[in-house]
């Protein structure tokens, strides 16, 4: 178990890696689309495009990153109210879950991702291969998959789980939204 911990550690570093150079470089390309076409007066061909494939790409990356330190989205009103020894089952149930239907998700996506890449189709702004962008479907599922099933053996062998703060990530997630409390302060002025 010590030992799959140290290669999803390894693993989490180079997605974080990717994710970040995905981010930069979709920065970067509206940031030189918008300076050229307002300076300059020249469009580039498939910037929008190549930023909306990163986009999806950091998506499915980012997602990945987010299970492996429990902040994936979830209702945890049940969870918070139950005590911890139905809360461990309930975490476990929840990992389990979570790990079949990323699998079948995966699954899924790499049949499509097959399919596209056998047609040879081509983005429509941009001379690459339409398959890429699919493949960030089954790769995504399949690493959330993967980190849901670590999530489980963890928890159910008591092994210690990544913390937001190995990702720089504040260790605690605000319990109330400021949107939410600056309505509420101006319907009760």
Not at 150 to 173: G, N, Q, T, W, Y
């Amino acid at each position: 178990m010590h030992a799959a911990a140290r290669i999803f550690r390894y693993l989490d570093g180079l997605i974080s890696v990717v994710a970040g150079i995905a981010l930069w470089g979709m920065t970067l390309v509206l940031f030189v689309g918008s300076v050229s076409r307002y300076f300059a007066d020249v469009a580039f061909v498939g910037g929008a495009e190549l930023a909306r494939y990163l986009m999806v790409w950091l998506t499915f990356l980012g997602s990945y990153l987010l299970v492996r330190v429990q902040r994936h989205i979830v209702v945890d009103l049940l969870i918070n109210a139950v005590p911890p020894r139905t809360r461990r089952i309930m975490m476990l149930i929840i990992s389990l879950v979570g790990a079949v239907l990323t699998g079948y998700l995966a699954f899924l996506g790499w049949r499509l991702t097959s399919l596209i890449f056998g047609t040879g189709q081509v983005m429509s702004s941009l001379p690459i291969m339409r398959g890429w962008i699919y493949l960030s479907v089954p790769v995504g599922c399949g690493l959330m998959c993967a980190a849901y099933v670590f999530d489980f053996l963890a928890r159910l062998f008591d092994v210690p789980l990544p913390k937001p703060e190995d990702f720089d990530m504040s260790p605690e997630i605000p319990q109330e939204s400021p949107i939410v409390h600056d309505a509420a302060e101006a319907a009760k002025g």
